[in-house]
T-cell receptor
């Protein structure tokens, strides 16, 4: 069964460092999403991506964040200069017929 | 005020009990999803509803569009049902708006 994959499963970084979180969506899906979940809180929408451009982004998705689909398969989320409050679980999702399929998540820990 | 409210926030049940989780939302939606999040963090889609009722095994989901309310029922609950259940409406953009989640623990 097709699935969304994410790497790494856990990333530890120092404050101020850049991180790139990677996702491989299901191959024939067209819409892609990033969400985050701070420990103990609800899942929050970050950004949606369609046709190689951002279609919607939340207030959280500021200039420190960027997304791209560099090679037609991988979908990446970059945080340029990480802050302590970026520590969270980051989920990638792709969509088919209005149903989203989630990756297993990347746990980002910023020290 | 949250756009999506769930109740209860926490629920402990004995194995075999009938469980109901409620969701109320204030936004206009095209569909509503019920998701299950396991202790390890993984999120699985259980149902997508735009009207009426759906059943899958021991799970039943209903929605009342006029009242902006949905319920998830679990019949004959089992310890393996222990998870966080999340209500997530979507608008025309397909973006999920996540509820606060209901943490369910089913005791053997």
């Amino acid at each position: 069964e097709p699935e969304v994959t994410q790497t790494p499963s856990h990333q530890v970084t120092q404050m101020g460092q850049e991180v790139i979180l990677r996702c491989v969506p299901i191959s024939n899906h067209l819409y892609f999403y990033w969400y985050r979940q701070i420990l103990g809180q609800k899942v929050e929408f970050l950004v949606s991506f369609y046709n190689n451009e951002i279609s919607e982004k939340s207030e959280i998705f500021d200039d420190q964040f960027s997304v791209e689909r560099p090679d037609g398969s991988n979908f990446t989320l970059k945080i340029r200069s990480t802050k302590l409050e970026d520590s969270a679980m980051y989920f990638c999702a792709s969509i088919s017929y209005n149903e989203q399929f989630f990756g297993p998540g990347t746990r980002l820990t910023v020290l | 005020k949250n756009e999506v409210e769930q109740s209860p926030q926490n629920l402990t049940a004995q194995e075999g009990e009938f469980i109901t989780i409620n969701c109320s939302y204030s936004v206009g939606i095209s569909a509503l999803h019920w998701l299950q999040q396991h202790p390890g963090g993984g999120i699985v889609s259980l149902f997508m509803l735009s009207s009426g009722k759906k059943k899958h095994g021991r799970l039943i989901a209903t929605i009342n569009i006029q009242e902006k309310h949905s319920s998830l029922h679990i019949t004959a609950s089992h310890p393996r049902d222990s998870a966080v259940y999340i209500c997530a409406p979507t608008s025309g953009t397909y973006k999920y708006i996540f509820g606060t989640g209901t943490r369910l623990k089913v005791l053997a």
